[in-house]
């Protein structure tokens, strides 16, 4: 019984085995779509600031003709001057030119702060470029790493089948039939070790005189709160 144990011992670490690679498989497309939800999101993040960038310069862009209208116009106030004939008109279109004067300043100041605005944004504009770039370049070779691990695992995983079904056959039908059921019932973990009076499955105590019992690897005994197959080994 001591070795039928051992070898069913031996089937529960494939197993476990085996699921990690069946988890793996299964978790591979999400990963993947968490991947390409993220570069998504950052592709847009980036087009936002680049429109963003676009309208400051346009509105920048529309502020910079109104100089240069304005400015045409205080010439040729500035050349009418000249040409008054009283002191009132004269007066009159002084006052002209200074309002003209400062909507102009105003209109630089705007510009100046347009720039500054543009400018900032681009920074982070860039930034983000350059960390999409980044992140582009490593889900890629991410992507095919995961692709590579799908298609090796695929394989991992009829080998890990073969050999636990190897080591199952040499098991008398009742343990195994056990076996079977457990790992249906346990998600997939059947035979536990104990350690310390303690089931490794459950982590309930064993009563002493069963934990004894067990330890001597003798006979099949069942943990009594979670029904696995205990196996006892101090090698872990
Ligand atoms: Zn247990």
Redesign the pocket.
């Known amino acids: 019984m001591e070795i039928e144990l051992n070898t069913i011992y031996e089937a529960q670490k494939i197993e476990m085995k085996i699921i990690e690679g069946e988890t793996k498989l299964l978790q591979a497309p999400k990963k993947i779509q968490e991947m390409d939800a993220e570069l998504n999101e950052t592709k847009q993040k980036v087009e936002k600031q680049k429109e963003i960038i676009e309208e400051l310069e346009k509105e920048r862009n529309k502020k910079e003709k109104e100089l240069e209208t304005d400015k045409d116009k205080i010439k040729k106030l500035e050349a009418k001057l000249h040409e008054v004939k009283t002191n009132k008109e004269y007066q009159a279109s002084l006052k002209e030119i200074e309002a003209a004067k400062s909507t102009n300043d105003r209109t630089e100041e705007d510009v100046l702060v347009l720039m500054d605005k543009a400018e900032d944004i681009r920074k982070d504009y860039n930034a983000s470029l350059l960390h999409l770039k980044k992140r582009e370049k490593e889900i890629e070779i991410e992507k095919n790493h995961i692709e590579k691990e799908i298609q090796s695992m695929d394989k991992i995983i009829t080998e890990l089948k073969t050999a636990r079904n190897k080591l199952l056959s040499v098991v008398n039908n009742h343990l195994k039939s056990i076996y079977m059921v457990l790992v249906e019932k346990r998600s997939g973990l059947a035979v536990v070790n104990v350690k310390g009076g303690v089931?490794l499955?459950?982590f309930?105590n064993i009563p002493p005189q069963l934990y004894i019992e067990v330890t001597k690897n003798k006979e099949l005994i069942q943990?009594p709160?979670?029904n696995?197959i205990l196996y006892f080994t101090d090698t872990e």
Do not use: A, K, Q, V
Request: net charge positive.
């Open positions: 089931c499955g459950c309930m943990c709160s979670c696995r």
